[in-house]
């Protein structure tokens, strides 16, 4: 009886000491990340968006981009597979001369393993004058364009231009990232390009800038 009690108990340890060396192994495989102010990820829409027809405080998903290797906009900064999530901050449609606006906002990021992290972020061109690659290969917003607000406005076609901070339906200022400026606007429709509704489609690329520091584990 003591004999194989003994071997039974020492068997239990073996399997607990195993359960337990496995558990650290995992946790030994988890990694702190720590992406700062500034840091830029490229998402795709999973949505489609309309100034027509969006409202304001409609969310939206948008997947992170992983499609290529040799894609310039491809970093680590999250794992393949996390998506972040956003909103409708304003929308207004196009009204005669007045060309239609589109402004998001990004409030979460959810990891392939469902973990979610609120976030704080903005809208950003992923242009090179825009942002650019540090040391590690991740995509971060140049100082010119580390805090300006942009929004989508409808010149032309599609989904239009994205341009600074709107401060009526009537006067763009400050600058954008596209084209020649907040001039961009004025001179395309006066070569004769009506104004336009903004539509972004399921699939439409952009810039998400963090405006707040995210921490997070990843295996």
Do not use: C
Not at 42 to 64: C, I, M, P, Y
């Amino acid at each position: 009886m003591f004999t194989r009690f003994t071997k039974y108990s020492f068997a239990l340890a073996g399997v607990a000491a195993l359960v337990a060396f496995s558990g650290a192994g995992a946790q030994a495989q988890s990694k702190s990340v720590s992406l700062t102010r500034g840091t830029v990820i490229a998402v795709h829409l999973q949505d489609s968006l309309s100034s027509n027809e969006s409202q304001k405080g409609d969310r939206f998903v948008a997947t992170v981009d992983d499609s290529s290797s040799k894609s310039d906009w491809r970093s680590d900064a999250l794992p393949a597979g996390s998506t972040i999530k956003g909103y409708v901050r304003s929308v207004s449609a196009r009204e005669g001369k007045h060309p239609g606006m589109l402004d998001l906002a990004f409030d979460r990021v959810v990891l392939p393993d469902g973990h979610g992290y609120s976030i704080q972020g903005s809208l950003i061109s992923l242009d090179n004058k825009s942002v650019t690659k540090d040391k590690n290969g991740r995509l971060i917003a140049n100082k010119a364009h580390s805090n300006n607000r942009l929004t989508y406005v409808g010149i032309g076609a599609g989904a239009g231009a994205l341009i600074g901070l709107v401060t009526s339906r009537k006067h763009v200022v400050e600058d954008s990232l596209l084209g020649a400026g907040a001039g961009l606007l004025f001179g395309a429709l006066e070569k004769g390009k009506s104004p336009s509704d903004v539509k972004l489609k399921a699939g439409t690329q952009m810039g998400v800038r963090l405006d707040s520091r995210l921490a997070y584990s990843r295996k």
